[in-house]
């Protein structure tokens, strides 16, 4: 059994910050590349950024400069850091890690329940 649970989210002024943390348990071998996607209502789920096992990040145009991925191999955790937030952030932010099952070495995709990331005054 693998899990990943999301911790993190809540509401925030525009311009306020927060920080997304999502820590994978249960039988792991390995876990590969680790992301972070979001879902607006009406929206489909989008790709925010992503973290190789190596530590190399790649984010979508719209939150660079703003969010920081990184991960914490030691603890299975990878982290969004995210600074000055707008409306437009609003949206169930979901964990997913690309993870090498230690009992059966198959390797899936796995996603954690999501956090809801509210940007409002």
């Known amino acids: 059994q693998v899990q990943l649970v999301e911790s993190g989210g809540g509401l925030v002024q525009p311009g306020g910050s927060l920080r997304l943390s999502c820590a994978a348990s249960?039988?792991?071998?390995?876990?590969?590349?680790m992301r972070w996607y979001r879902q607006a209502p009406g929206k489909q789920r989008e790709l925010v950024a992503d973290?190789?096992?190596?530590?190399?990040?790649n984010y979508v145009d719209s939150v660079k400069g703003r969010f920081a991925i990184s991960r914490d191999n030691a603890k299975n955790t990878v982290y969004l850091q995210m600074i000055n937030l707008k409306p437009e952030d609003t949206a169930v932010y979901y964990c997913?890690?690309?993870?090498?099952?230690?009992?059966?070495?198959?390797?899936?995709?796995?996603w954690g329940q999501g956090t809801q990331v509210t940007v409002s005054s």
């Open positions: 249960g039988s792991i071998f390995s876990i590969n590349a």
């Open positions: 973290i190789t096992s190596d530590g190399s990040t």
């Open positions: 997913n890690a690309l993870i090498c099952h230690s009992l059966t070495s198959l390797v899936r995709n796995y």
